[in-house]
């Protein structure tokens, strides 16, 4: 008999590196991204088109951003598949599709405008 | 069905928000809704990625709507939300990780959860720190 391998260990292990990165770097950056900086609390020119630009061209920056959007998505689809039995939400095919697939469109998209935006 | 089956089947306690019932549910579920605020924010970087790639007018104009009152207020939401995920996130960690035995002696989970909470306290001093320093 041979054993059909599970997939779980790949989205539990996504679910935890996001887990991860999001509790030690998301309060940073929700706070710089969307608050400090709109407000102008950083100075006017923080997240200028030529600065985020350069940023998102240097490979350490673009690994960066990258694992950022990739891990956040795809953490959080697996902790909201696996809360819907909860509220009465079967956990089925469809389901998962909905959850893991708008994981898979965030990583897909983000890689591709990062990719064009060039090194 | 017969008359007797049904009588004793007897009742059935509703779960019709069952999470409301005990703390310790709700800490669960509060938890669980965290997950929306990461999605979210995964979800306007995304925008801001395809804006950057998009030019220079496309950038200012995520830039603006990230301005806008709505959106401010969004991410205070977004801000505690993320701590409660960091939070929740190291509460749960002694049980999620494997034991773990230093010296011999297993490491308790208060001592896990706390190190979690001073290195995650740590990482925010020091990013807001370097976009301070770096800040124009």
Redesign the interface.
Known sequence: MKLKRSNAPVFWLLFGAGGMLSALFGTALVFLTGIATPLGLMGPNAMSYPRILAFSQNWIGKGFVFAIIMLFAWHAVHRIYHSLHDVGVPLNAFTKLICYGTALVITVVALFALLSIGF | MSRYAAARKGYVRP?QG??RRDPFFMRY?IR?IT??A??A??????V???R??QG?VA??GW?AA??SPG??L???V??VS??E??RS??EIMPK?MPMMIVGGERVEGSTIMRT?WA??AV??VV??AL??WA??
Not at chain 2, 41 to 46: F, G, Q, T
């Open positions: 779960m069952w999470w579920m669980e997950a929306f990461v999605l924010y995964a979800i306007i970087l995304v801001g990625v395809v950057l790639a220079e950038w200012n830039l990230l301005r959106a401010i969004l991410h205070v977004l801000l993320m701590i995920h960091a996130w190291f999620t979690g290195v995650s990482v925010t990013v807001v976009a301070w800040r124009s």
